[in-house]
């Protein structure tokens, strides 16, 4: 178990980065434990990332639940009709030429990260009420008051193609999520990224409870303890920080990694 002690920093830092901008850290964790453990087969890597998305997760909803930045009816709807679309998008790659659509996809996650690092105020607009939307109230531990709107076919609409894709790209849903909330469904940010931890804690339940089941991973169980311990202790710091770091540069930060991935799916086809 000593051996594997220098992963805890590890985690640590995907927790604190993954849980500030609203994210499970698997787009993070995924490629490090790639680069890491070359010769360990994909679904041991998938195995051990769920895991450890689930804990990072649901360290970091306790942390927002405190701070009552969860808004837990949209999230357990946008839960709920996510599932659908993952498993859409998981029986959807044998028949989708595949490096078409990611080639497609990086290009389109690149131009959005530089389009949200140009223009981060552009997703922070005036919440009204909308026309036939779910009206939302929420209230922060601090006191801060955040009224808000959406459409919620649309919101489910949408719920139902961040599942696809995600479940296509095998990537987390978080760094499409948030963006989504923030610009399409007139989220604030502080609220989209806690109700995305949120959300990415109940999908990665159900994905790493099958992984636990099969036992794909129980000789990388040591790995995981460690990775997990650390985030843990790092989703905790990335939510306290959340509270110093004003929206437009959690905007950034997210930006950052939706580049960072479509960096990665381009890359993936060129090889």
């Given at each position: 178990?000593?051996?594997?002690?220098?992963?805890?920093?590890?985690?640590?830092?995907?927790?604190?980065?993954?849980?500030?901008?609203?994210?499970?850290?698997?787009?993070?964790?995924?490629?490090?434990?790639?680069?890491?453990?070359?010769?360990?087969?994909?679904?041991?890597?998938?195995?051990?990332?769920?895991?450890?998305?689930?804990?990072?997760?649901?360290?970091?909803?306790?942390?927002?639940?405190?701070?009552?930045?969860?808004?837990?009816k949209s999230g357990l709807l946008f839960a709920a009709t996510t599932l659908p679309g993952a498993v859409l998008g998981a029986l959807s790659t044998a028949y989708i030429p595949r490096r078409l659509f990611d080639a497609t996809f990086?290009?389109?996650?690149?131009?959005?990260?530089?389009?949200?690092?140009?223009?981060?105020?552009?997703?922070?607009?005036?919440?009204?009420?909308?026309?036939?939307?779910?009206?939302?109230?929420?209230?922060?531990?601090?006191?801060?008051?955040?009224?808000?709107?959406?459409?919620?076919?649309?919101?489910?609409?949408?719920?139902?193609?961040?599942?696809?894709?995600?479940?296509?790209?095998?990537?987390?849903?978080?760094?499409?999520?948030?963006?989504?909330?923030?610009?399409?469904?007139?989220?604030?940010?502080?609220?989209?990224?806690?109700?995305?931890?949120?959300?990415?804690?109940?999908?990665?339940?159900?994905?790493?409870?099958?992984?636990?089941?099969?036992?794909?991973?129980?000789?990388?169980?040591?790995?995981?303890?460690?990775?997990?311990?650390?985030?843990?202790?790092?989703?905790?710091?990335?939510?306290?920080?959340?509270?110093?770091?004003?929206?437009?540069?959690?905007?950034?930060?997210?930006?950052?990694?939706?580049?960072?991935?479509?960096?990665?799916?381009?890359?993936?086809?060129?090889?």
């Amino acid at each position: 178990m000593g051996k594997y002690l220098w992963l805890i920093p590890l985690g640590f830092i995907v927790g604190s980065y993954a849980t500030l901008i609203g994210a499970g850290g698997g787009f993070i964790l995924v490629p490090v434990l790639l680069l890491l453990y070359p010769e360990e087969r994909p679904e041991i890597i998938t195995g051990i990332s769920l895991v450890v998305v689930f804990f990072n997760s649901l360290s970091g909803s306790v942390a927002y639940a405190r701070m009552k930045r969860i808004d837990y009816k949209s999230g357990l709807l946008f839960a709920a009709t996510t599932l659908p679309g993952a498993v859409l998008g998981a029986l959807s790659t044998a028949y989708i030429p595949r490096r078409l659509f990611d080639a497609t996809f990086g290009l389109s996650m690149i131009a959005a990260s530089a389009f949200l690092i140009l223009h981060p105020e552009k997703v922070q607009r005036i919440r009204g009420k909308a026309k036939g939307g779910l009206l939302r109230n929420l209230v922060e531990a601090n006191g801060t008051v955040h009224t808000f709107s959406y459409n919620p076919l649309i919101g489910v609409a949408l719920s139902l193609v961040v599942g696809y894709v995600s479940s296509l790209l095998g990537i987390g849903g978080g760094i499409i999520k948030v963006p989504t909330f923030v610009h399409l469904l007139n989220f604030p940010v502080h609220i989209a990224t806690a109700t995305s931890v949120f959300i990415s804690a109940v999908m990665a339940l159900m994905g790493a409870t099958v992984h636990i089941l099969t036992g794909t991973f129980h000789y990388v169980i040591h790995q995981t303890i460690t990775l997990a311990f650390g985030v843990l202790f790092g989703a905790q710091f990335g939510a306290w920080l959340s509270k110093y770091v004003k929206g437009g540069w959690i905007i950034r930060g997210l930006a950052i990694a939706l580049g960072f991935v479509g960096i990665r799916i381009l890359l993936s086809v060129i090889k």
